[in-house]
Nanobody
């Protein structure tokens, strides 16, 4: 059983930056593809970014491409999401998740963290 714990969320002004972390306990993350998703109030959960187990395949949602960077450190069992040029539309609860293969479909992820709130003020 993989347990995921996100951290690094908070309140930031528009144009600011945050770095989210997702630490795993239990089995190593090295065999899992990892993803970041977000859910804003009153909206559906949406895909943000994904990274393969090796880090060799990375994909982003169009809305964050060029501003967000996903990375992973398998030795530390941790995945990161560096976010720059944040805007109020990025306000959401951000979740990391683990899947057996690379995918942007949330239902294909087996494990989820509890989420971390990111609030961007204008």
């Amino acid at each position: 059983q993989v347990q995921l714990i996100e951290s690094g969320g908070g309140l930031v002004q528009a144009g600011g930056s945050l770095r989210l972390s997702c630490a795993a306990s239990g089995p190593t993350l090295s065999s899992y593809a990892m993803g970041w998703f977000r859910q804003a109030p009153g909206k559906e959960r949406e895909f943000v970014a994904q990274i393969s187990w090796s880090g060799g395949i990375i994909k982003y949602a169009a809305s964050v491409k060029g501003r967000f960077t996903i990375s992973r450190d398998n030795a530390k069992n941790t995945v990161y999401l560096q976010m720059i040029s944040l805007n109020p539309e990025d306000t959401a609860v951000y979740y990391c998740a683990a899947a057996p293969g690379i995918t942007s479909r949330g239902y294909e992820y087996d494990y989820w963290g509890q989420g971390t709130q990111v609030t961007v003020s204008s």
